[in-house]
């Protein structure tokens, strides 16, 4: 017998666009607006641990994880059966935190476009081996100079002809999407993320579509089966193509949460003012049909400086990574002391500046219990470890406050006043983007 698998969204309070509710799926209760965290690395996984076990933040209610990053992390919370003394089960701390809080996977499967990452899915063994294939014919791409047709066209037909062979073809669709479905099936996640492909045109649209339709037949009875739309950031110019994936979105049936993604998007850039009235456009339209239809939630991943504005309006989760960096940016050399977001510029600072400030304040900048807990005499005492590791725990508890502060404005009815939040940040531009 199939088990029930629904999605249920209980509308608790709202003030025009922006709506504090309780998702539930399956057994667990998330409460909305809510931020997830990306984990990237086992350290991570255990950073956020400590968060949920220490803290308790209320809105902190979900994780991600990368594919390709999975195998390591998931070593650690596998389950595994233990006993106690009297022969009872006894659970293990990885065991409650995935009973408690929505646990999904990324296939990023938009890597296979922006190739920089694309060897990196060799490292999970159940890789589907058109991907290997793949990844092996744009790295002779990328070696072999044709001064006649540069290595970013070869690149688009290789992603092009790689999609279409993958839907064209019946039984390779299934086989690759289920191949996916059941990985995330065995690793235990909440919500399953179809392996769609980076949306640049109507034909890759078209494409994604497909693979999401595919997949929630392949899951029906099984897991709740996300629609996935990974977005080029450039799509944001085209009212045509955004259009289109809109209507995408309102084809699907209720009970259906909708994911976004909008890869290496930054919309506080002055110059990106078409960039964010679709953006704004977007989250209107989304949380227009969340009231149209009662049971269905969205959440966009990656969401960089754009986290602090997407809760007002279309998403109710967020997400971002630990260090709130969400660019593929490549560095030479990584600083040992890492940045640090900042609450009020809402942007990052170095390290340097912000142990100038803590001397001059004699705290952090930040109210956030983590941050509240460094008392040292001198910031620059701190090994970089240390560090590091605070200014990632830090991320997530300026998040769980930033989205009690979205759902206090609901409740006091005042979420035109945000905006006044915004004018004093160093991403100011992102007010625009307020309903």
Avoid at 279 to 308: G, H, P, W
Avoid at 396 to 401: A, G, I, R, S, W
């Amino acid at each position: 017998m199939a088990r029930n698998i629904a999605l249920q969204v209980s509308e608790q309070d709202i003030d025009r666009f922006t709506r504090v509710a309780t998702v539930r799926i399956n057994e667990k209760l998330v409460a909305t607006p809510c931020y997830a965290t990306l984990i990237q690395t086992p350290n991570e996984l255990d950073l956020f641990l400590r968060l949920k076990e220490k803290y308790s933040p209320m809105r902190l209610g979900a994780f991600v994880v990368r594919y390709f990053d999975a195998p390591a992390i998931l070593n650690k919370i596998q389950p595994s059966v233990k006993m106690d003394m009297l022969g009872r089960v006894r659970e293990d701390k990885y065991s409650i935190l995935l009973r408690s809080n929505l646990f999904m996977i990324d296939p990023v499967t938009e890597y296979l476009y922006y190739d920089a990452r694309t060897d990196a899915f060799s490292t999970n063994s159940e890789t589907p081996h058109e991907i290997i294939d793949f990844a092996s014919k744009l790295k002779k791409e990328r070696k072999y100079n044709d001064p006649k047709v540069s290595f970013s066209k070869r690149r688009d037909r290789l992603h092009r002809e790689f999609w279409k062979g993958i839907v064209e073809d019946t039984q390779k669709k299934i086989k690759f999407v289920k191949s996916f479905l059941e990985y995330q099936m065995i690793c235990g996640v909440d919500v399953i993320l179809p392996p769609a492909p980076l949306i640049y045109s109507k034909e890759m649209l078209e494409i994604a579509v497909a693979i999401n339709d595919t997949a929630k037949e392949i899951s029906r009875g099984r897991r709740l089966c996300a629609t996935y739309l990974p977005v080029k950031n450039t799509v944001l110019k085209s009212d045509t193509l955004m259009d289109d994936i809109k209507m995408a979105v309102y084809e699907n049936a209720s009970k259906t949460l909708t994911v976004f993604k909008f890869k290496n998007l930054n919309l506080s850039s002055p110059p990106l003012i078409t960039e964010r009235e679709n953006y704004r456009q977007l989250m209107i339209d989304l949380a227009t049909f969340s009231q149209t239809f009662k049971d269905r939630a969205c959440m966009v991943l990656e969401n960089s400086y754009q986290a602090f504005a997407s809760p007002f309006a279309g998403f109710d989760l967020v997400s971002t990574s630990f260090t709130f960096y969400d660019f593929d940016i490549s560095f030479s050399e990584h600083p040992p002391y890492g940045s640090y977001l900042d609450p009020t510029w809402k942007v990052h600072r170095k390290f340097d500046d912000i142990a100038d400030c803590y001397r001059n304040l004699g705290r952090l900048p930040c109210p956030c219990k983590v941050c509240k807990e460094v008392t040292l005499p001198d910031l620059r005492l701190m090994p970089s470890e240390q560090w590091n590791n605070i200014r990632r725990m830090h991320v997530p508890m300026l998040m769980d406050n930033w989205m009690e502060y979205v759902a206090r404005a609901v409740r006091e009815r005042n979420t035109e006043l945000t905006r006044d939040n915004f004018a004093n940040s160093k991403i100011s531009n992102l007010k625009d983007l307020l309903p």
